[in-house]
């Protein structure tokens, strides 16, 4: 079976995306601490799109989170996987848990990306 992945750079999306599967991931956190890499959020969001070019973009704005330490990079893998950790004490969990909806993140994803 022929699989063929959606690609998009669209930055507008991929914040869409992005604001979505960080939502997702903490409102359904069980533990203090919620582990993503890129191919996850995209996953989590449930978006059509997929491949090495999208993957990239997201982690770029994973990355800008990163650097205003809303979440910490963890590791990078011999696969080239990018893992993030988002932990229970930080504003970016305490926003999420507090906002109603993908929305709010993503308004808070223009402020920083």
């Not at 808070?108 to 990306?113: F, G, K, M, T």
Request: one cysteine or more; glycine letters at 4%; hydrophobic letters at 35%.
């Amino acid at each position: 079976m022929n699989t063929t992945q959606l690609v998009t750079t669209d930055i507008e999306l991929i914040k869409d995306t992005v604001a979505r599967g960080l939502w997702v991931s903490i409102k359904n956190a069980r533990g203090s601490c919620v582990y993503l890499t890129p191919a996850k959020v995209l996953r989590l969001a449930k978006s059509p799109y997929g491949g090495t070019i999208t993957r990239s973009v997201v982690r770029h704005v994973l990355d800008e989170l990163a650097k205003r330490r809303y979440i910490e990079f963890i590791q990078r893998t011999t696969r080239k996987e990018y893992i993030y950790c988002i932990h229970r004490d930080t504003q970016l969990w305490t926003f999420i848990k507090q906002c109603n909806g993908p929305e709010d993140v993503r308004l808070l994803l223009d402020r920083i990306v």
